[in-house]
């Protein structure tokens, strides 16, 4: 759905600069293409597209953050356990959620 909307808005940005058509019917492109986008309905729908990409984008960061913290202590993990001994560092819990608790706290 999203590439057939991003092909007409393509196709119809191309038509519009493209058109040797003259200035009457660019204007008349410009005035539908106003009307369209100030339609209650588009705006109500444009506004949920955004506000979902929103929350998709702070879904997806905490998920790369989770999954960062936790390759990061496997590869931590294997390099130390390669390690003599007495070269071994102490054992450190790591709270993966330290971070969600602290942003929810600021805001």
Do not use: C, W
């Amino acid at each position: 759905m999203a590439h057939k909307a991003a092909f007409v808005i393509g196709l119809a940005t191309g038509y519009v600069l493209g058109s040797k058509a003259g200035r009457e019917r660019y204007d008349q492109i410009v005035k539908a293409a106003k009307k369209v986008s100030e339609n209650p309905s588009v705006k109500r729908s444009t506004d949920a597209v955004q506000a979902q990409a929103t929350n998709l984008s702070a879904q997806a960061k905490r998920m790369m953050q989770e999954k960062a913290g936790t390759i990061g202590h496997d590869v931590m993990e294997k390099v130390t356990n390669r390690l003599p001994e007495g070269m071994r560092p102490a054992k450190r819990q790591v709270d993966l959620d330290a971070a969600s608790r602290t942003e929810g706290a600021m805001t």
